[in-house]
DNA sequence: GCTCAATAATTTCCTTCGTCAAGTATTGAT
DNA sequence: ATCAATACTTGACGAAGGAAATTATTGAGC
């Protein structure tokens, strides 16, 4: 974050992400829960200030019986630095710019008439230049592919619905735009914007479902990202949940989405999506089994989930939570069926989260990336 | 590990770290692995060598075209501490003494009548009085008990099988052996040796699997153990694998341990569990499809392991593993038909660990306690 | 208003840890 | 014997954070 150093004390890093993450906080609290002495936060805190990514507020916080002087808290000034966040799917470019606290400041969709990397590239380009408003405050720019992704590199591995083989999209996105670019996964970056700016802060460990045309998990643990060594993690998706179940492409049997994924539920309802929706809405017994029986399939995933790896709370959200009302009580009914002993008590939070979401998972991403620097 | 201080400059730590979990290493190869700069490994070692922990090989290693110095690798005297690791199980205690390297020097069986904590703790006494032979270096005992079990703490939150509930095992075991204790779940302290002493060495991300009466999961990720917030995690045998599979004491369907777990195995063959096994060994058709059955269970969720965590490396080990050539292709098919993609490259070894495995794993625990502080 | 207790923030000094760069040690090849 | 190559050691230095004293800012009691 510092203009020329490249890598900052850890503990500046861990002010600024205490701070960032937890909201305004006195010198005296970061020491507390950052395990520093207060001198090291004074110290920290000074070249954060004069860089003007922190500020004082006036005193407000009141600790103890009344008497002491007051703590002026430090707060981020979101304005400091803006961060733009571009999920790629196979049709459309969806971009947002992000302040440094991570508020959706601006937002655009921009339609992809082909697959081509050098199309998306520069068709990335001019997205790019449409939301950024000052040059001088932007540098960065973090993008959200599905599939297989090295962060570390920026490679794209294997992307299957952009078709894309070992693109080396890090070093490509910096050449068409001049930034300072981070790829990472959608799921994973989505997972990484709810665990430091949604309900996950503070979380040791932490889940996030997505349901839509396909199912997917990210996950946090010991307050780091899974990432899987095969370059596979979170793939919720694929766990079997009834060995007699329907085969899926991935050539298993029974797994989560070809019970509940967006395919599975057409073929099932023998209806195309909406209509489905309607028609479970509209009380359709038939219907509304094959509903019942794919939020029975995801709440046993998710059972799986926490069951194995026990996170302290577990997010499910997606596009095809648009439904959502008819998944929730049978996501529910099968994740407390399953879930085993203590895991039944994570806490389960079912809601939609916007699209834009997506793109701002990449703009956080990067806002880790820049905060690490 | 040093006898005053109250903990170690972090590269001592590491530097010992790396020599007893890697072997014999020179400090140009620990500099190199641990991103230190040679002259850090010099002084981190100094006071190891000093203090008995390490000694220096006669030069062996030849690196490069052939000239150069040659390096004098570092390794660990096994013989400088010792460890008790004592697994307490409902009707008996096994105990090892371990050296420095994890090497079982003794093992001790102990009949448990009883169940009362105060019993046992005398009992554990008597067992570590029977194993140490020289006080002076063994100043460590490590508890392995399923159940809840926090760590940090040393406290027994609940043991099914032991009846115990907020037990404060590591105050009361300190007081009835005058050792420093540590406490841990079984199968967590079964991982930890897995993965400091075993085939887990050096990944990043490890799973283990125990096959048994109860089937369970130790998982390592990001070099970490992961504990679960809620005080479940790896709970592997309560994954649902079939909707419509039998009820599982858990008050789950289908759970793998209600398919695969001993009990089940017995009930469904109707047969003692050494007759099941005889009668399919024998070729018994029925018999072999109950252990088909399970087999395929165990490996669907070992695939759901895989799929959510993607570990580096699965071993799959246990007592039920006795008859594990009725179940080895079994759990090979339902991982591979299960596991996503580039999961199911992942290794898996399937072999039957020695039943002292566990009290080593103890002892592994408070090895790592002891070098950690 | 003055003083005191309580709490927050800063300053100064100091320790610790690890790097850098130069020097020493030990080998094989010529 | 000399040199190149590699391993290890040494000592000066610097960065980072801690301890404790100091300063700052408040409310309460008088």
Redesign the pocket.
């Known amino acids: 974050m510092l203009p020329e150093a490249e890598s900052?004390?850890?503990?500046?890093t861990a002010v600024l992400t205490a701070v960032l993450t937890e909201g305004p906080l006195?010198?005296?609290t970061l020491a507390r829960r950052l395990?520093?002495?207060?001198?090291?936060v004074?110290?920290?805190?000074?070249p954060l200030i004069e860089l003007g990514y922190l500020q004082e507020l006036a005193?407000t916080e009141r600790?103890?019986?009344?008497?002491?002087?007051?703590?002026?808290?430090l707060a981020i000034r979101a304005d400091r630095e803006f961060f733009v966040g571009v999920k790629i799917t196979a049709d459309e470019l969806i971009g947002v710019l992000c302040d440094l606290g991570a508020q959706v400041r601006k937002s655009i969709h921009r339609p992809l008439l082909d697959k081509d990397v050098d199309y998306v590239l520069t068709e990335l380009g001019h997205l790019v230049d449409d939301l950024i408003d000052d040059r001088s405050r932007t540098r960065r720019l973090g993008l959200a592919v599905s599939g297989d992704v090295d962060r570390a590199t920026g490679l794209v591995r294997y992307s299957p619905f952009l078709h894309w083989r070992d693109v080396p999209l890090r070093e490509l996105a910096e050449k068409a735009t001049g930034l300072t670019v981070t790829v990472e996964n959608d799921v994973k970056a989505l997972t990484t914007a709810e665990h430091w700016f949604g309900e996950g802060v503070g979380a040791e460990s932490f889940a996030l479902v997505t349901v839509g045309t396909g199912i997917g998990c990210g996950l946090v643990v010991n307050g780091r990202l899974v990432s899987g060594s095969h370059g596979v993690a979170g793939e919720i998706g694929h766990i079997g949940v009834d060995v007699n179940g329907p085969a899926c492409h991935c050539g298993g049997r029974g797994c989560v989405e070809a019970i509940a994924g967006t395919d599975a539920i057409v073929s099932r309802a023998g209806l195309s999506f909406d209509d489905a929706v309607n028609a479970a809405r509209a009380g359709d017994v038939r219907v509304s089994a094959v509903f019942a029986a794919a939020g029975e399939a995801i709440g046993c995933g998710i059972a799986a989930v926490a069951n194995l790896v026990g996170p302290a709370h577990i997010v499910v959200s997606g596009e095809g939570l648009a439904a959502y009302d008819l998944f929730e009580t049978h996501i529910r009914a099968g994740f407390e069926r399953q879930a085993f002993g203590a895991a039944a008590q994570c806490p389960l939070s079912v809601r939609p989260l916007p699209f834009e979401e997506w793109a701002r998972g990449a703009a956080t991403v990067s806002i880790q990336a820049f905060v690490a620097s």
């Open positions: 900052a004390a850890p503990a500046m006195s010198r005296v395990g520093l002495s207060q001198a090291a004074t110290k920290a805190a000074r005193a600790s103890g019986p009344g008497a002491g002087r007051p703590a002026s808290p």
